[in-house]
């Protein structure tokens, strides 16, 4: 069993920045692959980034690439996402995930455990 915790998130305008963490902790022996996904009122969960523990790759969606940073600490299980010139389409609840597979998948149904999610929201 895997249980995360989110935190970071809060407004901000556009433009801005926010950093994300995500806290993991029981049976975080590395063997799985990180993930954050958003939902937006209205619309669908959808994919945003995701990182393996060791050897770090990383997977973002193309919405997010070259503004968003997905990182891990090791020693202390925690998974960041920096978020850079936010846009207001970037509003959304943003929920980390933990997957047994080994690649950093973007298929929602494919992660196995969720944090209960952090409000980001973006104004124009």
């Known amino acids: 069993q895997v249980h995360l915790v989110e935190s970071g998130g809060g407004s901000v305008q556009a433009g801005g920045s926010l950093r994300l963490s995500c806290a993991a902790s029981g049976r975080t022996d590395r063997s799985y692959t990180m993930g954050w996904f958003r939902q937006a009122p209205g619309k669908e969960r959808e994919f945003v980034a995701a990182i393996n523990w060791s050897p770090g790759i990383t997977n973002y969606a193309d919405s997010v690439k070259g503004r968003f940073t997905i990182s891990s600490d090791n020693a202390k299980n925690t998974v960041n996402l920096q978020m850079n010139s936010l846009k207001p389409e970037d509003t959304a609840v943003y929920s980390c995930?933990?997957?047994?597979?080994?690649?950093?998948?973007?298929?929602?149904?494919?992660?196995?455990?969720w944090g209960q999610g952090t409000q980001v929201t973006v104004s124009s």
């Open positions: 995930a933990a997957t047994r597979y080994r690649t950093p998948v973007v298929v929602a149904s494919l992660y196995n455990y």
